[in-house]
């Protein structure tokens, strides 16, 4: 079991070094699109160039370059740094991906690699490691759950998906009993239409 973690961990690694490396931080593309102009070759005038580079959309694309740049440098360097400031430079790692994942500027998965390797750095012990990646794992795992949980609620309220429920059964019933496929479709593909339909006619 131990043998099996730690192969997991080091495989989380990789995919770490390679995310990091490979420039993975997310950006919207409302704001990838508010932002190019302060790396493109502009014609306009110094000042309206300014006035660009100092929007709201501008600063948070270029803070979020550097969160990149410091994780980069603290996955890089950290096996090489001292106790204290290994710890000190995680925590402050640390809350800006807390800050980027309650803004939704990160997802998920992203986000779990990144502390998993926030545990790699700064626990010595591989057996410590594995305990606290699989406690990481469970919450996030439990999150996920509760998130799907929530929209299942949430559709369940929506008259609409009652509705398409309802139909969806009255389309599946009718297609299973059709002796003839129009169209020389195949019964599964013409039944993926149907409910295609439906979908789109009930959320219109």
């Known amino acids: 079991m131990r043998t099996t973690l730690l192969w997991v961990l080091t495989l989380t690694a990789a995919a770490i070094a390679a995310a990091v490396g490979g420039g993975w931080l997310p950006l919207s593309k409302a704001k990838a699109d508010a932002v190019p102009a302060s790396n493109a ?3 306009g005038a110094p000042s309206q160039m300014q006035a660009l580079l ?7 694309y270029r803070q979020r370059q550097q969160f990149q740049r410091d ?6 360097d950290a096996r ?9 430079r ?3 790692l640390e809350r800006k991906i807390d800050a980027y994942e309650n803004a939704g500027e990160l997802s998920a998965g992203e986000t779990m ?5 926030l545990i790699q750095a700064t626990v010595a012990d591989p057996a410590e490691q594995a305990v606290q990646v699989e406690a990481l794992a469970q919450r996030y795992r439990a999150d996920a759950a509760r998130r799907n949980a929530q929209w299942q609620d949430q559709q369940q309220r929506d008259p609409r998906f009652r509705d398409y ?12 009993a059709m002796q003839r496929i129009p169209g020389g479709l195949s019964r599964d593909e013409y039944l993926r ?3 295609q339909a439906e979908r789109e006619r009930a959320y219109r």
């Open 41 to 43: 070759q502009g014609t």
């Open 193 to 195: 239409q149907r409910l």
């Open 90 to 92: 995680a925590q402050v």
């Open 54 to 60: 100092a929007t709201p959309q501008a600063r948070d």
């Open 71 to 76: 994780a980069q440098r603290f996955f890089r």
């Open 165 to 176: 429920k309802q139909r969806e059964r009255d389309v599946i019933a009718e297609v299973l």
């Open 80 to 88: 090489n740094l001292g106790p204290v400031a290994r710890s000190q």
């Open 113 to 117: 690699l990144l502390r998993v390797g």
